[in-house]
C-alpha cells in the first residue's frame, strides 16, 4: 500500500468530477513521476489560483481581479443578463463570443432530491438587478433537465412583476446531428421551436 500522504492525495483527487480512485492513482503516479516538469508547475500554479482568483460579487464568474473582466468590459450590453447554472456554462457561452451582454451565475439549480432550495441559489441578486434594470432582457441558459426547468419556471414567476423580458436559449437539433441519433425529447423540442426559412 501506499504512503499515509500519497492515499490522502489520491483520495482528494479522486473527489474531483470524473476522476475516481484509478484514474487518481494513475495522476498521482504520472506526477510523481515528472516532479520537476509536471508536478512542481502544477502545485505552484494551484497555489496562485488558490491566493489570486476570486468570485465575481456582480455576476458570480471567477477571476484575478474585482469585478472580472467581463462586468468590467464597458463595450458589453447591460440591458441583456443571461442566466447560467455555474461558471462553467459562463465560459462555454463566452467562448463562442456570440452573446455581449452581462451575466449571473446561480451557483445551482433548485433539486428537492439535494436539498437545495432559493436560498442556496444566487437568486436575490438577480431580483435585485432587474429592480435596477427596468427594461432588460432575462435569457435563461440553463440545462434542459427538470432540475434545470424547475429552475427556469421558478425564476419566471419571480421575475413575472418585473418589466424585463424573459427568454431562454432554443431547443433541438445540434448542428451536425443526424436524427436518428437523437432522442426523443431533442426532436420534440425541435419540432416545437421549428422556424421558418
Known sequence: MAAPELEHLIALLAKLPSLGPRSARRAVLSLL????????????AMQTVLEK????????????????AVCSDSTRLNHQICVVQDVADLWA????????????????????????GPDELNIQSLLEKTEANKNCEIIFAL????????????LSDKLANS???????????????????????????????????
Open 163 to 197: 418589466l424585463c423580458s424573459i427568454s431562454t436559449l432554443s431547443r433541438g437539433v445540434p448542428v451536425g446531428g443526424e436524427l436518428d441519433y437523437l432522442d426523443d425529447g431533442t426532436l420534440q423540442m425541435a419540432f416545437k421551436a421549428r422556424r421558418s426559412l
Open 93 to 116: 457561452i463566452e467562448r463562442t463570443g456570440v452573446f455581449k451582454g452581462q451575466y449571473h451565475v446561480l451557483g445551482g439549480l433548485l433539486s428537492a432530491l439535494d436539498g437545495i
Open 33 to 44: 513521476g515528472q516532479k520537476e516538469t509536471q508536478f512542481a508547475p502544477l502545485v505552484a
Open 53 to 68: 482568483v476570486k468570485t465575481c460579487p456582480v455576476c458570480g464568474n471567477l477571476d484575478t481581479i474585482t469585478p472580472c
Open 143 to 154: 440545462p434542459t433537465t427538470v432540475e434545470g426547468q424547475t429552475t427556469a419556471h421558478y
